[in-house]
């Protein structure tokens, strides 16, 4: 823990270090609006990363969030997503839910002096304020919202942000990747919306059909967020939003945050990767036909199968200005006033574009918003502040206090 805190203390000043080296202007300005920043991911796999058994206490070699890491990259506002796989939709998933939370909350008290959670706007500038880390909760599909009721004790326990549903359809909502059932909101998902709007949990549509984003839209008396999604204008993908839904949540208030899945950013990608792997399927094939008993060679051989094709892989990602691109466009459409990030971290596996492997590449990602023209007060908003002021907006509107 003592090295923990060390890192917290000196997090900036070694980066600082690192890039004055390099004598550039524009990462010594990066890091500066860093540090002055509310910096807000909206949407962090990292509960499931550690309910698997996975410590964010030190600096893994893998994945792309822990505390280590956060520190270094500046991240200080960061929204943990409880996921809630849709197979379990029907089986108990409020057990998961608390199962996963439960680990999460274990982890974060362990490394308390660092970090803390957040259960308002107010908590999330006083703590960075402090120097620590605000962590928010969200859900990741709402399953375990079996009625009304469900929303305030899940409130209670200091969820603040959710989703109705992920990759499947389910009793609430449908999904944007699935067959519709209910064209749109179903009659329960429909008083999930009104709840949420009376206790003050932000209603968040990623992964929602269109026609059930519109829904909301039209229900909703808070504004909205679409915690990890791009622009389809850019990359055609159902999960992206249409330019139409893109305005309908800036003109009720509501905030836009680009996920950082090459997949959702670069619309060709899928059909670029399913020829890559057709070509070492053959290959491997070709293989298993020589070494039919297998063997020490055929096992490196496979190996370095694998090698090459982790590298072609990676040769034919976009770059982490293709993020940029993105936002740009829905600043474009919308005003910077409703864009910021979602980086969707430990649930994107290694599919995040060539340059921001990682939150430690949170910098970077500043450097190119400079080079594409943004200003610093329009680099803070997109970073947290916009975030913080939906979130004040959504508190507003609560009828209920629990």
Known sequence: MKKLLKVALTTFFAISLLFSGQNNDLKKKAIKIIRESIVADTHEDTPTTIYRGKSITIRRS?????FPRMLEGGLNAPVFAIWIPN?????????????????TLKEIYKNEKVSEIAYSSDDIKRIVESGKIAITFSLENSSVFHSPEYVD?????????????HMSTNYL????????KWGGISPLGEEIIRRMNKVGMIID????????????????????????????????????????????????????????ASFYLDGTLRDKYKKISKKYKKMKEELDKK???????YEEKIKELKEMQKKEYYSIKPDLSIVVKHIKYIKNLVGIDHVGIG?????IGNSAPRGLEDITK?????????????????????????????????EKKKTINL
Do not use: W
């Open 343 to 347: 980086s969707d971290f430990e649930g």
């Open 153 to 165: 004790i899940f409130y209670k326990l200091g969820i603040r942000m959710a989703s109705l549903t």
């Open 205 to 260: 549509v990623s992964h929602l059909s269109d026609k059930a984003v519109e829904d909301i839209l039209e229900i909703s008396s808070a504004p909205i967020i679409a915690s990890h999604s791009c622009a389809r204008a850019l990359a055609e993908h159902p999960r992206n939003l249409t330019d139409k839904l893109i305005k309908a949540i800036a003109e009720k208030g509501g905030l836009v945050d680009v996920n950082f």
């Open 87 to 103: 197979k379990l939709d029907e089986k108990n998933p409020e057990v998961y839910a608390l199962k996963v939370m439960a680990a």
């Open 362 to 394: 949170l910098p970077d990602l500043v450097v190119e918003m400079l080079k594409a023209g943004f200003s610093e007060s329009d680099i803070k908003k997109i970073l947290g502040l916009n975030f913080l002021r939906l979130y004040k907006e959504v």
């Open 173 to 180: 909502s449908d999904s944007s990747t699935d067959k519709e």
């Open 291 to 297: 070494y039919q008993n297998g063997g020490k060679e």
């Open 62 to 66: 893998e994945g792309q969030i822990d």
